[in-house]
């Protein structure tokens, strides 16, 4: 009656995208692209499983590129839409996708330069014309309201944190009998006590559940993110270096200049230089400021009192490239904030390739690093990475702010899934690499009694 294909997101946090097949539709909840490690990235490549043209509807949570990226791929093969997001989501896609273009089309080029592909030429995955073409597919839909994909297939957005315009979806099915059923994808969950954006709502209970479980087996540090990111800047000033901090140009760049903008009013950490270098983070930035109906209440009354809560004084935003150029003979103390977050392309290479080789130089991470970035070996003490082909010394200090996340922990999903009047009959743990969606599915079982599968990828359930 209706089936559901975990065609990514399983066994590994990239790659989101749940094929549902029911009525003779088939949706595509999530078109993520898979991120990270050699053997994940080729699957960008493999042939989709089922023809995109006969995709009913793409159905996104949120703009992140492993939820969306491989959006502009299937239009390319032939989806023509419509493609849902919520309207920040839209606002925020217009400047993502293309851009995830031209990363593309850079890596090919730059494959070709140095020759280092078996492929010739090698190709991007998709290229500004596919990007644009998807974006041309997207239809917004306001939190709350209903879509019908056709009778008896409908679906709605609920707010869920995490970043500006992230939804779970609600995806109910006509059954025999007039009956129905629910299914929650829970998207990316995010926190409870986070500044900029309004809280995730609870979940309202379904009759299946998709939940992700990126930290479902890691809790994250009680510490306070303004305390720790106040230390962790004190002690590099001493060092009069350059901060380098590696920021997903969505939601963690605003969240940090939101702290750093605290703290400097607050005399906590002195008034040093902020570049934000990243075109992206950049307009990232005004989208937040501009989404008033998405923040929260302390950020309304800031806004309401005149204050510029995402600007911080010694703002200085980095223009064209050569301008970046300009920052490589900065002298510290200065914060340089660059995406993207987990060091895989985007201005921050530059920088760590010119500064990583320097005792004073302090690289700060902010967010989730997956296993096999270049984030995730200079964060676990990798003495050199390679960059654009080379290798490059890793003298810098290098530090986290691990109570810095745009993740819900473990103790925060279940809270999440606690709020639900009544189990789901299958809660099915994604988005995870597989020691965390295990632990979160013991845990749900162990503590709400739940009954949790931890699906392998391209694994199909029967609903
Ligand atoms: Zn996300």
């Known amino acids: 009656m209706a089936s559901l294909t975990f065609l990514g997101a399983a066994g590994t946090v990239t790659g989101s995208r749940y094929l549902l097949e029911a009525h003779g539709a088939r949706l595509l909840i999530d078109a993520g692209l ?15 499983p089922v023809a995109p043209s006969s995709l009913s509807a793409v159905v996104l949570t949120h703009a992140h590129i492993d939820h969306t990226g491989f959006l502009p791929r299937l239009v390319r093969d032939g989806f023509g839409g419509p493609a849902y997001v919520t309207p920040p989501t839209r606002t925020l896609l217009h400047a993502l996708l293309p851009d995830a273009a031209k990363l593309q089309e850079e890596e090919a080029r730059f494959a070709n330069k140095v020759g280092s592909t078996r492929h010739t030429p090698a190709l991007p995955l998709f290229t500004s014309h596919d990007a644009h073409e998807a974006l041309a597919t997207l239809q917004a839909l306001p939190f709350g309201q209903k879509a019908t994909i056709q009778p008896g297939i409908e679906f709605r957005y609920h707010r869920q944190g995490h970043i500006l315009g992230a939804a779970a979806v609600e995806l109910r099915i006509k059954v025999a009998g007039g009956d129905h059923i629910t299914i929650y994808f829970s998207g990316d969950v995010g926190r409870f006590d986070v500044p900029i954006l309004r809280p995730p709502e609870p979940y309202p209970g ?8 990126t930290y479902g087996d890691t809790f994250h540090d009680p510490g306070d993110p303004r305390e720790q990111l106040a230390d962790v800047i004190s002690e590099a000033v001493q060092r009069k270096g350059i901060i380098l901090v590696p920021a997903f140009a969505v939601d963690r760049t605003q969240e940090l200049l939101y702290f750093l903008r605290e703290l400097i009013e607050d005399a906590a950490i002195p008034p040093l230089p902020i570049f934000l270098d990243s075109p992206m983070a950049r307009e990232a930035t005004e989208v ?13 009354e800031l806004v309401r009192e005149g204050d510029r809560p995402l600007f911080p004084q010694t703002l200085t935003i980095v223009g064209p490239v050569e301008e970046s150029k300009r920052l490589n003979s900065a002298t510290g103390p200065a914060i340089v904030i660059s995406a993207s977050g987990m060091a895989t392309g985007g201005r921050i290479l530059h920088h760590l390739r010119h500064r990583l080789p320097d005792p004073a130089t302090t690289v700060v991470f902010v967010g989730y690093q997956a296993e096999g970035t270049r984030g995730r070996r200079i964060l676990e003490g990798e003495r050199e990475v390679k960059i654009f082909g080379e290798m490059v010394p890793v003298r810098a200090q290098v530090r986290s702010i691990p109570s810095l996340s745009a993740h819900a922990d473990a103790d925060e999903l279940t809270i999440w899934a606690s709020e639900a009047p009544a189990a789901p009959k299958v809660a099915f743990v994604t988005h995870g690499e597989p020691a965390a969606s295990q632990a979160l599915a013991e845990r749900l079982t162990r503590r709400l009694g739940w009954q949790c599968a931890v699906p392998s990828l391209e694994e199909t359930v029967q609903l």
């Open 206 to 213: 379904s009759t299946y559940l998709v939940v992700e479980s």
């Open 288 to 300: 937040y400021r501009s989404c008033a109906l998405e923040h929260n209440a302390e950020m309304r």
């Open 34 to 48: 898979f991120q990270g490690k050699k053997e994940l990235r080729l699957r960008n490549w493999a042939e989709f």
